[in-house]
């Protein structure tokens, strides 16, 4: 959601700022603003909407200044206005924030007491005020920043700017991630790498509960201690055309590879050090639950449609899965012993929120995965599961998904132990299947060029179908919605079986067909319907194991080989090649990969 910056710099600050905001637009926003420190002096601009109104502000009302902070807001406290935006500033100070003050309303009583007024609805508005009481009780800048810090609750990522100090910024994470970056004479801050690649390739990231003094030439970092602490400087990856993009030609791709590196994240998060367990962050007794309702959008439901399987299967815990614009307007029966379960990349998306709170006070627990921990599912659930897919620029989601697709099934697990539905032996297989996942997809992501070359192929068409059985019928929905929103061309999913009771009425010569089937105990039944799309002129792309495609295999149009996996895991690895066609397919068309037309990363209107 939010996004920062901080310069330091040689150079007029303003568009310094106003283009690095631009970098965090990714992230969803509805209003924006910078401060600025001149000749002594701390001023600010402030504009609700897009960016291009802070532009034409500051076109008409100029804001000069080398050293600056600038934030792009999304509304958590307080509606969208101008008097709430950031920087918000109290007499010498003004502050950018990220993240939830949790105890904001204790220190706004704290603050009354003491005789300060306020003028927002924000919680952000505490911490420049009580910074501002520290300065004028007589402590300085940096140590009346660290007294506000240790009086915040609450996830954050923060830089203070401060009247008279033009060579002086503070910035501070804890839960909410930041980075510094390191110039010539110049220093900068960030939400992350992708606002500051332009101005520099050095970047120190703040670790949890950090806290950081910055000057032209200086970095001194402290950790939650309050100890000096060592963080080392990293390089980036910049290619002026493709900032950001590490090497590859669109955060897409750069997202599809790095997702063994961030579900064996995922992972070990949820595991025992010695990985023979689970480890959840909250207690969840799934003994006290009889069934769990899950609800989610897009992407994420299709994620939700898998974990049905796993539940059932491995648990024998009754599932319902609901597209979460749907979910209240039936007037669904919440029992006291349901376990209401949310999904969403960004944690704020509308239509989920609200079916969040539909069950508050219904369900036994309510339970979230999601991959912003200060977002308003997370903050409204019992538990929050993080899945620490980190920042996903793509509108068109893929590490997300497949950490989401990891959370759930540890989570299955979980239930599967507690209710003493599966032997001891088949839980410490797969946990040891699970902590193999992160090879097997680094090996599968090996089929990139044969999927390159099919996708040439795919782009020609005007109609696609997809189909599985099992476990890979989700998936088959997730390969077509992916396969619509980056390239416009038309698809559609089918469960398996479901083919000969209209849909084969579809297949004809022009109409590729991709099959997701590993070689599981569903196979015999998948191929005797591929063969009768193939009995029919129908383009089948088989996407299979070698074993699979060695029985099966005969006579189909393209095949894509998959590495083995156990058929638990096997939705989680068979995303990489629906996501690769996809991608290809697009490239080759010549669409906007990234920002597709139509499409928002974080949906957050009903």
């Not at 001023?43 to 600056?68: C, I, Q, T, Y």
């Not at 480890?279 to 449609?305: H, N």
């Not at 998904?401 to 239930?415: D, N, R, S």
């Not at 074993?547 to 189909?556: A, C, F, I, R, S």
Request: glycine share 8%; proline share 4%; charged share 25%.
């Amino acid at each position: 959601m939010c996004g920062i910056v901080g310069v330091l710099g040689h150079h007029e600050a303003a568009p310094i700022l106003v283009e690095a905001l631009k970098r965090l637009e990714y992230r969803g926003y509805d209003s924006a603003g910078i401060a600025t420190v001149e000749n002594g002096a701390l001023d600010r601009r402030r504009a609700v909407g897009k960016l291009v109104n802070l532009s034409d502000l500051l076109v008409h009302e100029p804001l000069a200044g080398k050293s600056g902070i600038g934030h792009t807001r999304w509304a958590t406290h307080g509606a969208p206005s101008v008097y709430n935006c950031h920087p918000h500033q109290a007499g010498p100070v003004a502050v950018v924030h990220n993240g939830i003050i949790e105890n904001f309303r204790e220190l706004r009583e704290e603050l009354s007491a003491a005789g300060y007024g306020f003028t927002t609805e924000t919680d952000t508005e505490t911490i420049a005020l009580l910074t501002q009481m520290y300065m004028e009780a007589g402590d300085a800048p940096v140590d009346a920043a660290h007294k506000t810090l240790a009086k915040l609750d609450g996830a954050f990522a923060l830089a203070f700017l401060f009247e008279g100090e033009e060579d002086l910024i503070v910035a501070a994470r804890k839960g909410s991630p930041l980075a510094i970056g390191h110039g010539d004479g110049e220093m900068f801050v960030g939400s992350d790498a992708i606002a500051l690649a332009p101005l520099t390739d050095e970047i120190t990231y703040l670790e949890e509960g950090d806290s950081a003094v910055l000057t032209r030439t200086s970095l001194e970092i402290r950790n939650a201690d309050g100890a000096l602490a060592n963080r080392a400087k990293k390089k980036i990856a910049i290619d002026s055309a493709q900032v950001d993009k590490g090497g590859y030609k669109h955060f897409m791709a750069k997202e599809i590879a790095e997702q063994p590196t961030v579900i064996g994240e995922a992972i070990s998060h949820y595991l025992t050090q010695d990985g023979t367990d689970i480890a959840l962050p909250a207690e969840i007794d799934f003994t006290k639950i009889d069934r769990l309702t899950m609800v989610a959008c897009g992407t994420a439901f299709y994620a939700c449609m898998t974990a049905k399987y796993w539940f059932e299967q491995l648990a024998q815990l009754p599932v319902e899965i609901d597209v979460a614009s749907e979910f209240r307007y039936r007037d669904p029966v919440i029992t006291k012993d349901t376990a209401a379960l949310f999904v969403s990349q960004s944690g704020e998306t509308a239509d989920t929120l609200a079916a969040l709170r539909y069950c508050e006070g219904k369900a036994e627990q309510i339970l979230s995965v999601v991959n912003v921990a200060t977002s308003s599912i997370a903050r409204e659930s019992d538990v929050a599961l993080p899945i620490l897919a980190g920042t996903e620029i793509g509108v068109a989601s893929t590490k997300a998904f497949t950490c989401q697709l990891t959370v759930l099934l540890i989570l299955a697990l979980k239930a599967a132990k507690d209710r003493g539905t599966i032997e001891d032996s088949r839980y410490q297989e797969l946990l040891t299947e699970l902590r193999a996942l992160p090879g097997i997809m680094n090996h599968a992501l090996t089929i990139e060029a044969v999927t390159e070359k099919i996708s040439r192929k795919l782009a020609e068409a005007r109609d696609i179908l997809f189909l599985g059985r099992g476990v890979m019928y989700p998936l088959a929905h997730e390969g077509a919605l992916k396969l619509k929103e980056i390239s416009y061309i038309h698809a559609e999913a089918y469960a398996s079986g479901e083919l000969k009771h209209g849909p084969i009425a579809l297949i004809d010569k022009k109409v590729p067909v991709v099959v997701l089937a590993p070689r599981d105990g569903l196979f015999d039944k998948t191929v005797s319907n591929m063969q009768e799309v193939m009995a029919r002129n129908g383009k089948v792309l088989l996407i299979s194991d070698s074993k699979g495609l060695m029985e099966g295999g005969e006579g189909t149009w393209e095949a894509i080989a998959m590495p083995d996996a156990d058929p638990v895991l096997t939705p989680i690895l068979y995303a990489i090649p629906a996501q690769l066609l996809a991608y290809h397919t697009a490239v080759s068309k010549g669409t906007d990969v990234d920002q597709p037309r139509n499409l928002a990363k974080s949906v957050t209107v009903e």
